[in-house]
């Protein structure tokens, strides 16, 4: 399997060529303008690599190349090597009207980490028009205080079940010796519900290891949640394969025990 690292590295290979055959300026944006920027997404690599274009333009979409037609000025664009690429908080922008919540809101919430809402909607109100209302539930919707992509998914996918909203990284004492405490990614106190996201690279990844072997990640992420039972607390968990396909994510938060309003929706795999 390909490390993560190799995936980022051939798409913007793949961004590099298209922009090395376009004869004006280059702009790239949306998702391929996360990827140059290093902002968090979910879902797969983009088969298409996107670009921004000022309205009037003659260029179009083609195989492997998605042209979108958008006013822009030099307040909105910074140099990647040859080429241009949108700002962050522009492409926070963008994204936030091109993708469905579930898509938009993980990189709205990575973003906020470094920008405000505010920014984010003045470039939403720019140019005349209003923002559309997605792109402003989106904005609304998104909070800092997400601990990664699948989370912030996660939380999205809660919301369309009717899940009462969750509280986000509470502190809870450590069983660790050494730590003073450690955060819940999701907990309903008044429930005495807690749930977890573990991704794969929690366990595996490097540098969220902190020098720790994964046997020894797993087996104090067992004593977190031994102390977290102890305090009256029922614990579920899921990761990323239960976000790709929402129905077993429901099934999770059902068997948890979170009351959810619109219990029936019906979603389709993510990817």
Same mark, same amino acid.
């Given at each position: 399997?390909?490390?993560?690292?190799?995936?980022?590295?051939?798409?913007?290979?793949?961004?590099?060529?298209?922009?090395?055959?376009?004869?004006?300026?280059?702009?790239?944006?949306?998702?391929?303008?996360?990827?140059?920027?290093?902002?968090?997404?979910?879902? @797969?690599?983009?088969?298409?690599?996107?670009?921004?274009?000022?309205?009037?333009?003659?260029?179009?979409?083609?195989?492997?190349?998605?042209?979108?037609?958008?006013?822009?000025?030099?307040?909105?664009?910074?140099?990647?090597?040859?080429?241009?690429?949108?700002? @962050?908080?522009?492409?926070?922008?963008?994204?936030?009207?091109?993708?469905?919540?579930?898509?938009?809101?993980? !990189?709205? =919430?990575?973003?906020?980490?470094?920008?405000? @809402?505010?920014?984010?909607?003045?470039?939403?109100?720019?140019?005349? !028009?209003?923002?559309?209302?997605?792109?402003?539930?989106?904005? =609304?919707?998104? =909070?800092?205080?997400?601990?990664?992509?699948?989370?912030?998914?996660?939380?999205?996918?809660?919301?369309?079940?009717?899940?009462?909203?969750?509280?986000?990284?509470?502190?809870?004492?450590?069983?660790?010796?050494?730590?003073?405490?450690?955060?819940?990614?999701?907990?309903? @106190?008044?429930?005495?519900?807690?749930?977890?996201?573990?991704?794969?690279?929690?366990?595996?990844? =490097?540098?969220?290891?902190?020098?720790?072997?994964? !046997?020894?990640?797993?087996?104090?992420?067992?004593?977190?949640?031994?102390?977290?039972?102890?305090?009256?607390?029922?614990?579920?968990?899921?990761?990323?394969?239960?976000?790709?396909?929402?129905?077993?994510?429901?099934?999770?938060?059902?068997?948890?025990?979170?009351?959810?309003?619109?219990?029936?929706?019906?979603?389709?795999?993510?990817?």
């Amino acid at each position: 399997m390909d490390r993560p690292q190799e995936l980022t590295r051939r798409f913007l290979e793949q961004a590099v060529a298209v922009g090395l055959t376009r004869r004006s300026q280059v702009v790239f944006s949306h998702r391929t303008a996360l990827a140059i920027l290093g902002i968090p997404q979910l879902g @797969p690599w983009p088969s298409e690599v996107e670009v921004l274009e000022p309205l009037g333009s003659s260029r179009r979409s083609k195989r492997g190349i998605r042209v979108h037609l958008a006013p822009f000025d030099d307040t909105d664009v910074m140099p990647w090597g040859e080429f241009w690429v949108t700002t @962050p908080v522009r492409t926070l922008a963008d994204v936030a009207r091109a993708l469905t919540a579930v898509f938009a809101v993980p !990189s709205l =919430d990575a973003g906020l980490t470094e920008f405000t @809402p505010e920014a984010i909607h003045e470039v939403l109100e720019r140019n005349g !028009s209003a923002p559309s209302p997605r792109a402003l539930r989106s904005l =609304d919707f998104a =909070d800092s205080l997400s601990g990664s992509v699948g989370e912030s998914a996660s939380r999205v996918l809660m919301e369309l079940f009717g899940a009462p909203r969750p509280q986000l990284q509470l502190r809870h004492p450590s069983p660790i010796a050494g730590k003073r405490y450690f955060k819940t990614d999701f907990e309903w @106190p008044e429930l005495k519900k807690i749930g977890e996201f573990d991704g794969r690279e929690k366990f595996f990844k =490097d540098e969220l290891l902190g020098g720790k072997s994964p !046997s020894q990640a797993v087996y104090e992420e067992k004593l977190r949640e031994d102390a977290l039972r102890r305090e009256g607390n029922d614990v579920g968990r899921w990761g990323m394969p239960e976000v790709r396909r929402p129905p077993e994510l429901r099934d999770r938060l059902t068997t948890l025990g979170i009351p959810l309003t619109r219990g029936n929706v019906r979603l389709a795999p993510l990817w």
